[in-house]
């Protein structure tokens, strides 16, 4: 995915691109081996690796959206700090901030597209 799965899985014992080989090995073994218990509890670990590779791929999703969405929150504090608009009370400086915080929401959206 990104950066930050990257950094995970490096400490990772199997990432999730193994799971999701491994589950579909299974799941494909136990369709062409006779139908029998050794076959169901193949079709079951595959279904189980398969249900945790989707889950565990849900979470690194959320987690990145999470860190954007705090990484965004941290530049426009930064960003507002910086241009000194959090002190100011005039409604002067209260249209300046709106329209600073429309160009950053603007080039928010364009950044994440």
């Given at each position: 995915?990104?950066?930050?799965t990257?950094?995970?899985?490096?400490?990772?014992?199997?990432?999730?691109?193994?799971?999701?080989?491994?589950?579909?090995?299974?799941?494909?073994?136990?369709?062409?081996?006779?139908?029998?218990e050794?076959?169901?509890?193949?079709?079951?670990?595959?279904?189980?690796?398969f249900?945790?590779?989707?889950?565990f791929?849900?979470?690194?999703?959320?987690?990145?959206?999470?860190?954007?969405?705090?990484?965004?929150?941290?530049?426009?504090a930064?960003?507002?700090?910086?241009?000194?608009?959090?002190?100011?009370?005039?409604?002067?400086?209260?249209?300046?901030?709106?329209?600073?915080l429309?160009?950053?929401?603007?080039?928010?959206?364009?950044?994440?597209?």
């Amino acid at each position: 995915m990104g950066a930050a799965t990257d950094r995970d899985e490096e400490h990772a014992i199997i990432s999730t691109s193994t799971i999701l080989i491994l589950s579909g090995y299974l799941l494909v073994t136990s369709l062409i081996d006779p139908p029998g218990e050794l076959s169901a509890m193949t079709f079951a670990g595959g279904l189980t690796g398969f249900i945790a590779y989707l889950v565990f791929e849900a979470t690194a999703v959320r987690h990145i959206q999470e860190t954007l969405q705090f990484d965004q929150h941290l530049a426009e504090a930064r960003l507002l700090r910086h241009v000194g608009l959090l002190t100011a009370s005039p409604s002067q400086n209260l249209h300046e901030k709106d329209r600073l915080l429309e160009w950053l929401e603007q080039e928010t959206k364009a950044l994440s597209r």
